[in-house]
């Protein structure tokens, strides 16, 4: 099992920057794909960006040049940079850790998001 716990949600207004962090513990694998999703209301989860335990990153179009992912192993933990923040940065992100597959096992709690005007 690993247990994944973000934080560092909130309020911000729009273009201003949040940094999102999530520790992951328990029966941890290094060499594994980490990543944020997100959840707007009435929307489905959408794939924010991810990292290979390597550091190769990968990330959706609507965010690049404005979000930045990075992890440190030692810590098992990664982080989420959000600047320029828009209105449509709005949702419950999730913090999730990959098989060995590359795809998501586990998720976090999610933490909230909100960018006002």
């Known amino acids: 099992q690993v247990q994944l716990v973000e934080s560092g949600g909130g309020l911000v207004q729009a273009g201003g920057s949040l940094r999102l962090s999530c520790a992951a513990s328990?029966?941890?694998?290094?060499?594994?794909?980490m990543g944020w999703y997100r959840q707007a209301p009435g929307k489905q989860r959408e794939l924010v960006a991810t990292?290979?335990?390597?550091?190769?990153?990968n990330y959706a179009d609507s965010v690049k040049g404005r979000f930045t992912i990075s992890r440190d192993n030692a810590k098992n933990t990664v982080y989420l940079q959000m600047n320029s923040l828009k209105l449509e940065d709005t949702a419950v992100y999730y913090c999730?850790?990959?098989?060995?597959?590359?795809?998501?096992?586990?998720w976090g709690q999610g933490t909230q998001v909100t960018v006002s005007s």
């Open positions: 999730q850790y990959s098989g060995p597959d590359g795809l998501p096992i586990y």
């Open positions: 328990g029966s941890i694998f290094s060499m594994r794909t």
């Open positions: 990292i290979t335990s390597g550091g190769s990153t």
